[in-house]
């Protein structure tokens, strides 16, 4: 098992092979939506379309579509969450990592996470409506918060430690404010994780599906409901279009800085 | 800042927040008293929230695209479409009653009778409110299959919105001759194994309870309100017939298309050879969009099928009043219920009676009538089953899980 | 420890209203729903409740429950889920493990980190069902000649679609995970050891590989787990209708004619929560915690 010879040409065949089936199933099934969505006559038996088309694109962006509108609202749902969360989940992972039971408020920052979305928002909806938040942009935000600021906390707490509170010591000792201490040392040093857990909090929001249906009620049209509705209303190739849309942009974020998916626990 | 005023402000923001999300209360008691012109002026600017069922494109096409732009250009109301149909809407509504809700998140609601009779029964519905549309004179509301819903009286409820019949679809390449009884079913499912099924939504339990007037071998029947004998006696025989041709159906039976879509992808792909469809125009529009096979064929069983209607309600607690009727009124307007009858577009039957219109319209409809695929409304209207009681259905859609599911 | 122990007023105020706000907006909520739930349950709150009952607990005793027949389905399903991928994943990552790690192939081990459940249920349906890819591709080889021959792998009473369509996104970011805590857990040095000291290849791996790799990985995957377990899309859009999955019965209960039947999708709700929580205490408090980065 030596890590020496890792280039694939050096490989024994058969590795050479099981690399490149991990590599296409990887990439497969965002080649084969992409052939779905402007697939033409792709019945039984036929192992491709008999025609392309872009007919499901112009349907998806046109006014019975309204594809722009879901994806401006993915976003600004995603951006939100993802601001609040990291935001929120930096102050509370400082407090976290520096207490006494660290421990046991780490393991109830995963409370909000472990729930399935769709059970958690079945449970919350009272407690929602009660609040006038179903059905609203700011509803959905809240929900997707919730189990977005939990996972922050997670992410970030491994950030803290006796090197970095020895650091916020030193500056503060040497007469630097509260506010000056956390832009000019701790914010510098953050920058990579804050990057990190802001990329992940916006994926998990971005591809939630279960919480902004229950939530949401379907009237905030984000992308993945509208998956769902073309699924459901048998429309593959429609459901096609607006799944690329969905996939792409987090996939083109990610082959520029891979480093955004390290993985948190 | 100090600290205490950081928090303060952390605590207003949070209690705006939360007064973004709230609603002011609806002017319901105003509405009684408008003419129809006010409640015009008055539905301009507004968001009507409509719940309907999402799974035909077809219909999701017609109504984000013909009606939605209508309805913006000419009334300046933005019609927002969101999923719902059956027990989910009535559950969604009395979460909103259990949860003390003064203003509902949904104003217009695409139903059938089991739902109109749940909403009745949570007086969930306002009304009446069909005589103040200035379209509703052309409505047909003397036909009982309009006028009454699941045995019920309309009552200005609900407005009819279209009309349908049940039909069962068949690939003409593979079944020259489709079985029309119970028995022709039983020797062409033996002969054929797992070539048949029906969906466990509305559209199956139309087909069960179609089965359920071939049982009773009498179209009156099942009239009338719900009779718990008559339901023990028939369903008993039903639940016995379908035991004995379920290891026949599709999947041996253990599993069912869990919707009528479900239903119509695994006909379309070739994996079975018949399909249901709550609609008789159905078939020439999916023929027409390539999504069924073009030796599609519907036909009605020997003992008749439901024919039904469906219908649109208005929420009682709704903060749109006037949008809502507004969009009700357009839609069964006759230009709107005309372009939902031509087969490319829908093909939905129409609740208009035909004489009321001007010649050149009732011409039109005629023609958008026509149909190449499946036979005329004329031609199975003698074998038109009406809708039994809505707890016959309620009590179907539970029993099929217990009876045919174990 | 306590490195800042508070040393003002102040910054005790800071630090209990930043607990205060995460326990308000983090994991109050989930508690809350979980008590609503289990109220409701027990007739303590509900439009149609009549007061404290017990009744719907003891329906769960019923021979063919509805209930045990999914938590049973379901834990299968996670379990057959988990267990494929874990042991998948760990077999990529020993075998590709250089490899993956660097330029085109680690790229592409990404790309199933954007799949959503919904989307990854279109992909499934399309690839594994009657008249799918693998469907045609078996026509092809003259192995059927009708759809309904080929074998059922959705809608079928054993969930294989579902957990086939789960391990195709899960191995690859599991196998990015077991290939990290490789590297970090410098595993590669006491493999080295133990062949040093005598052990065989074969008992290298399983006496040093796989403990590491599973021990450090245990907090992963049992969130994998709650998240198989508790999964709605894919079971939606794959499953057959009985038996169902612990979420669809619950939005199933919920949104019934029979209203009566909502208490017991919030019974299954709070049995859910309350099965998940305990899984996660015992796994979390008996490992460390992974920390890769």
């Known amino acids: ?265 | ?406 | 420890m306590p490195i800042f122990a508070p040393n003002s007023s102040a910054d005790t105020l800071r630090r209990r209203a930043a607990l205060a706000a995460f326990v308000t907006l983090a994991a109050g909520p989930p508690l809350w729903g979980v008590g609503y739930a289990l109220a409701y349950s027990f007739g303590f709150v509900g439009a149609l409740s009549s007061g404290f009952t017990v009744e719907h607990w003891q329906g769960l005793g019923k021979a063919d429950s509805d209930v045990a027949r999914s938590f049973g389905f379901s834990f299968a399903v996670a379990t057959v889920t988990v267990a494929g991928a874990a042991a998948s994943a760990v077999a990529l990552s020993q075998v590709l493990r250089g490899t993956l790690s660097r330029g085109l192939a680690a790229t592409a081990l990404f790309v199933p980190l954007v799949i959503p459940g919904v989307v990854a249920a279109l992909v499934g349906f399309q690839f594994l069902g009657s008249a799918g890819l693998l469907a045609r591709l078996a026509w092809r080889a003259g192995l059927i000649a009708e759809p309904d021959q080929f074998p059922a792998l959705i809608y079928d009473q054993f969930g294989i679609g579902i957990v086939l369509t789960h391990l195709a996104v899960a191995v690859p970011w599991l196998t990015l995970l077991f290939i990290r805590i490789h590297a970090n857990e410098r595993v590669d040095d006491y493999v080295a050891l133990a062949r040093t000291l005598g052990a065989g290849r074969l008992a290298a791996v399983r006496r040093v590989v796989l403990p590491m790799l599973l021990r450090r990985a245990a907090p992963t995957l049992t969130l994998y787990f709650a998240a198989v377990l508790g999964s709605y899309e894919i079971p939606l859009l794959l499953g057959a209708q009985r038996p169902e999955m612990i979420s669809i019965l619950v939005r199933r209960k919920f949104a019934l004619f029979d209203l009566t039947q909502r208490p017991e999708a919030f019974l299954i709700a709070a049995l859910y929560a309350v099965l998940v929580f305990v899984l996660v205490l015992l796994v979390f408090r008996k490992t460390p915690s992974a920390h890769v980065s």
């Open chain 2, 1 to 406: 800042m100090p600290l205490r005023r950081q928090l303060l402000f952390c605590l207003l923001a949070v209690v705006m927040a939360c007064g973004v999300g709230c609603r002011p209360a609806p002017k319901t008691s105003s509405i009684e008293k408008l003419s129809w012109e006010q409640i015009v002026d008055q539905a301009r600017g507004q968001t009507v929230n409509l719940a309907m069922w999402q799974g035909d494109p077809s219909v999701n096409a017609y109504m984000r695209g013909f009606v939605a732009l209508a309805l913006q250009t000419r009334y300046g109301i933005t019609l927002r479409i969101v999923p719902g149909q059956g027990g989910e809407l009535v559950s969604s509504l009395m979460t909103e009653i259990e949860a003390g809700k003064t203003s509902s998140e949904i104003d217009l609601l695409w139903i059938n009778g089991e739902t109109f009779y749940q909403l009745r029964q949570l007086k969930a519905l306002y009304g009446p409110f069909t005589e103040r549309l200035p379209n509703s004179r052309y409505v047909d509301f003397g036909n009982p299959f309009i006028g009454t819903d699941f045995q019920q009286p309309v009552n200005g409820m609900e407005c009819p919105w279209g009309n349908v019949q049940l039909l069962l679809v068949y690939n003409q390449e593979r079944v020259p001759e489709p079985p029309r009884t119970r028995a022709a079913l039983t020797a062409w499912v033996q002969a054929h194994p797992g070539r048949f099924t029906f969906d466990s939504s509305f559209t199956g339990m139309s087909f069960l309870k179609s089965l359920l007037y071939e049982i009773a071998g009498d179209a009156t029947a099942l009239a009338g309100p719900f009779d718990e004998a008559n339901y023990a006696r028939y369903s008993a025989e039903l639940w016995t017939y379908l035991k004995s041709i379920q290891p026949y159906l599709w999947r041996e039976g253990k599993t069912f298309p869990a919707s009528v879509t479900q239903q119509h992808q695994l006909f379309a792909s070739g994996e079975i050879d018949f399909t249901l469809s709550m609609n008789d125009g159905e078939v020439d529009n999916k023929v027409a969009q390539g999504l069924f096979p073009p030796a599609s064929r519907a036909y009605v069983l020997d003992g008749g099928t439901i024919q039904n209607s469906h219908y649109m309600g208005i929420v009682a607690r709704s903060p749109h009043l006037a949008g809502a009727m507004v969009v009700c009124n357009f839609l069964i307007s006759p230009e709107a219920q005309l372009e939902k009858q031509q087969p490319e577009v829908w093909g939905d039957g129409t609740v208009l009676a035909l004489d009321r219109l001007t010649d050149e319209l009732r011409a039109k409809f005629r023609a958008a009538q026509r149909r190449q695929f499946s036979p005329s409304r004329s031609e199975i209207a003698n074998r038109a089953l009406p809708e039994p009681a809505a707890e016959y259905m309620v009590r179907l859609y539970a029993d099929f899980r217990t009876q045919l599911l174990r």
């Open chain 1, 1 to 265: 098992m030596s890590v020496n010879s890792n280039h694939i040409s050096s490989l024994p065949a058969w590795r050479r092979t099981l690399g490149v089936i991990v590599i296409g199933w990887c990439w497969l099934p965002v080649v084969y939506l992409a052939l779905l969505s402007v697939a033409r006559d792709w019945a039984f038996p036929k192992l491709l379309p008999s025609s392309l088309s872009l007919a499901a694109w112009r349907l998806a962006f046109g006014p019975g579509g309204n594809l722009g509108t879901s994806f401006m609202m993915s976003t600004a749902v995603a951006l939100l969450v993802a601001t609040l969360a990291t935001g929120a989940g930096l102050v509370a992972s400082r407090t976290f990592a520096y207490h006494r039971r660290r421990g046991w408020w780490v393991l109830a920052a995963h409370a909000p996470f472990v729930l399935s979305p769709v059970i958690l928002g079945t449970c919350l909806l009272f407690l929602f409506i009660k609040l006038h938040l179903v059905g609203t942009f700011v509803g959905v935000v809240a929900g997707q918060f919730i189990f977005c600021y939990g996972y922050a906390i997670i992410l970030l707490i491994g950030f803290w430690n006796p090197h970095l509170a020895a650091l916020e010591s030193l500056a503060r000792t040497l007469g630097a404010g509260r506010w000056q201490v956390f832009r000019r040392v701790l914010l510098p040093l953050a920058r990579p994780m804050l990057a990190v857990c802001f990329f992940q909090t916006f994926l998990i929001s971005w591809l939630d599906f279960g919480l902004v249906a229950v939530i949401g009620a379907g009237k905030v049209p984000v992308l993945t409901l509208r998956v769902f509705e073309y699924l459901g209303s048998g429309n593959v190739n429609l459901a096609a279009v607006v799944a690329l849309c969905l996939m792409i942009p987090p996939l083109a974020i990610l082959l520029l800085n891979r480093r955004l998916a390290t993985l948190a626990v």
